[in-house]
């Protein structure tokens, strides 16, 4: 993404309602994996790395992260130098089998990342029976400024990632959307936002700004609310896709 955005993000992700509650949906997945405590995790594109830290906190996991942004790198803290690295996620500098799970967060839909051989990498690295957890941002026709600002140059179907998974060796556990609640304003907003930006009167930027801690506080009681009554089910649409893939034991 922009180096711009990376300074947006390390301001934004700790308080801002969507990360907590994509960074709380994350963790809910990865805990009802049923890890034991030090299981080894990476985070494959681990951005300002704070998913890293979250799930070293909340689950006392053994959890490394990678990316390839030096200004994503400007921001890791908080663990010491072992747990991170520079890297591509379409060829991951480690050995086969060497984690329990892998997660990522809106990381295959970069323009950097070929999707396909990422997420093949991901099972590489995982260990046999092990998981990959990702998140992506759904549907094509809601790719807009805000992907561009971030170098997301795709979003994806359930069906593409049920593909993809197969291709790698994954076995689907757990294939849903996540936020459906929020999904008719966003989808709305985004359009429009897509209109003004094809038509020359919008920069190109996310869509992160300021909005009022009341306002915040109550999103992410929204969001809260709404993980709880669908964390186990399959939601049929939403703004996010999650998918769970255990490695298959060849």
Known sequence: ??????????????????????????????RHLGLPSGARVLDA???????????????GLEVYG????????????????????MGSVNELPYADGTFDVVTSVDVLPSQQVRPQAS?????RVTRCGGYVVVLVPAYQWLLSRH?????????????AIRSMAAAADLAIERLTHLFPVFFPVIATL???HKRAWRNGSAPVRSDLSPIPEWLNGVLLLIARAEHKLTSRLTVP??????AVGRKKCL
């Not at 997420?119 to 099972?123: H, I, R, S």
């Not at 992907?147 to 069906?159: G, N, Y």
């Open 237 to 242: 649409f939403g703004t996010t896709i999650l």
């Open 147 to 159: 992907d561009r600002a971030v170098h997301c140059v795709q979003r994806f179907s359930r069906p």
């Open 1 to 30: 993404m922009e180096a711009c955005e990376y300074e947006t993000l390390a301001a934004y992700e700790t308080w801002y309602w969507w990360y907590r509650a994509q960074r709380e949906a994350l963790v809910d997945a990865v």
């Open 66 to 85: 990678l990316d390839n942004s030096v200004h994503a790198a400007a921001n890791w803290n908080g663990a010491g130098p072992r747990r991170r690295c």
């Open 119 to 123: 997420l093949n990498e991901m099972a």
């Open 190 to 192: 985004r359009l429009a």
């Open 45 to 59: 594109g681990c951005g300002t790395g704070r998913n890293v830290l979250e799930l070293t906190r909340t689950l």
